[in-house]
């Protein structure tokens, strides 16, 4: 996030694409609920699903699954025909503008409308002109953005839209990407890609090497980018991958295609899994760590904001319960290493010595203050927002972006359009919510949702179990009859294994960055008769 939580009352308005907030993120869901309901800020809401934020909406457009490029082109087009982005932030602070000019220039609100399913083009128009007159509007987005083909560049295209507006460096404004989990900011930061270090430094740069190596007391860091997620599975069934460790993930309900998730499993000669639960994927290693739950343990968390957070140890841990840094720690002392973490604080400080951002970042100053990397030194406050008087390339770069259909089109074999996401009362794979008696009650069975108008093509009732299908494979599931879905698209959680989602969902990869495309494929809906 370029900017804070606590700067929605702030914000003039806000624009939420692709984010299913009060479901999925409901403390900021609530605030930003309250801030349009008591204090009349205004709301625009860009989602193929009817969420609870379309009823507070000022606009709402339910836009075709995987079209958001389409509709924030159309955004701009408007902004740029009628003269209402802020002139003066592109020219001083931002470049590239002519290109993204040229590139907008068919994106009508006709055209977006055509390629979105939006019934009157002219919401567009007046959308884009409220945005205009909203300053400063927050812009917020989470895995409806992100998870398709076209990840990265629906990303770009929303700082495109926030540069042409001038609300980037601005506090109430910015590009505010939810986290879907309390520490996937600080798992991040922390290196946990195949391609960077801590504070996203490069493995490519040679100094960076010698950076890590002298603080780490080794030699021969590789400079070449490791396997991506998906990718390690994709070597794994190669034979290249032999062997696979995972900590706190369950790629055989998380991941695509799941079919191919666990062949790859099978395939690995040997496979270690460290978790609270003997997840699904668990039952497939060869070695089971069990580690310990967030109440059992110390150590820090940076959420969603940038924020870092202590954890403090509540319960003991019981039987043969370990710390996850002290599992790891262990292993690594047998295969030659010479750790001696004795606390998480210590492996805190090992991290401000090699994490520019971290640096300031202490655990007394974290007790006891709101801190939000980049804090460079003790002395340093932290950033409340990121931007604020240049980028960090010097001027914000305009990307010009085509829209680009996803992977997986319809066909007459399979007609429809299946989406999938969270809902309020589960997390993830269900690893810790379904072994919650109240929330397991509250949703104890997936679903699928389908429009009264396809259940009444495909002579569906509510509540009847019905066949959904893709070209990876079929699940049994019963069916949830709503209006929160357009016509031929249909949506279902992934929480449960019994129904996984992911046996239906495609592995195609996002060019750039490999993120799966979970938001879109082509499926079918069959009634099973009795």
């Not at 993930?249 to 499993?265: M, T």
């Not at 990307?399 to 309020?424: C, H, K």
């Amino acid at each position: 996030m370029t900017n804070s939580i606590r700067e929605t009352t702030v914000s003039r308005g806000f624009l939420v694409i692709g984010s299913n907030t009060t479901e999925n993120h409901p403390v900021l869901g609530s605030m930003i609920k309250k801030e349009v309901i008591n204090n009349g800020k205004k709301l625009i809401v860009v989602d193929p699903r009817k969420i609870e934020l379309s009823k507070y909406a000022d606009y709402y457009f339910a836009i075709n699954p995987g079209t958001n490029i389409a509709i924030l082109n159309g955004f701009m087009h408007v902004l740029l025909k009628e003269g209402l982005y802020d002139k003066n932030y592109v020219e001083t602070r931002c470049e590239g503008f002519e290109a993204l000019s040229k590139t907008l220039e068919k994106y009508t609100p006709e055209y977006v409308a055509e390629i979105c399913g939006i019934d009157n083009p002219e919401d567009i128009v007046s959308a884009a002109r409220l945005m205009a007159g909203l300053k400063p509007m927050a812009l917020y987005y989470s895995m409806g953005i992100t998870q398709f083909v076209s990840g990265v560049n629906g990303v770009k295209s929303t700082a495109n839209l926030q540069m042409l507006l001038g609300n980037m460096g601005v506090e109430g404004g910015g590009v505010n990407p939810l986290r879907g989990q309390n520490n996937v900011q600080g798992a991040c930061d922390m290196g946990c890609l195949p391609n960077v270090y801590t504070a996203y430094q490069p493995v490519t740069s040679e100094d960076n090497k010698a950076k890590f190596e002298a603080a780490w007391g080794v030699s021969g860091l590789s400079t070449k980018p490791g396997l991506t997620l998906l990718e390690m599975f994709n070597q794994a069934i190669a034979g290249n991958v032999k062997a696979m460790y995972t900590m706190g993930e369950n790629p055989v309900g998380s991941d695509p295609n799941q079919h191919h998730i666990i062949e790859a499993l099978e395939a690995l000669e040997f496979f270690v899994a460290q978790d609270i639960f003997l997840t699904e994927t668990a039952k497939y290693a060869d070695v089971v760590f069990p580690a310990c739950a967030f109440l059992e343990k110390e150590g820090s968390v940076s959420n969603t904001e940038r924020r870092v957070q202590l954890m403090h140890k509540v319960l003991q841990p019981q039987g043969e319960v370990r710390d996850d840094w002290w599992i790891v720690m262990q292993i690594a002392n047998r295969m030659g290493a010479k750790w001696n973490y004795t606390k998480a604080e210590d492996i805190f400080e090992e991290i401000r010595n090699v994490t520019p951002s971290y640096a300031g970042i202490t655990y007394d100053r974290a007790e006891w203050n709101l801190l939000q990397w980049p804090c460079p030194n003790v002395d340093h406050p932290g950033t409340q927002y990121l931007h604020k008087e240049k980028f960090s390339r010097g001027l914000g770069l305009f990307t010009p972006i085509e829209y680009t259909p996803p992977a997986e089109g319809t066909d007459s074999e399979y007609p429809m359009i299946l989406t999938t996401g969270r809902i309020l009362d589960h997390f993830h794979t269900g690893t810790m919510t379904r072994n919650s008696k109240v929330l397991d009650e509250n949703v104890p069975e997936g679903y699928v949702e389908l429009n009264p108008n396809d259940a009444e093509n495909f002579n569906i009732k509510n509540g009847e179990l019905v066949s959904v299908s893709s070209r990876r494979g079929s699940i049994r599931i019963k069916a949830r009859v709503t209006a929160k879905t357009k016509p031929n698209v249909v949506f279902i959680p992934f929480h449960f294994f019994e129904a996984c989602a992911n046996v239906l969902t495609i592995d195609a990869l996002d060019p750039l960055c490999k993120i799966p495309e979970y938001k879109v494929c082509s499926s079918r809906i069959e009634k099973i008769q009795p």
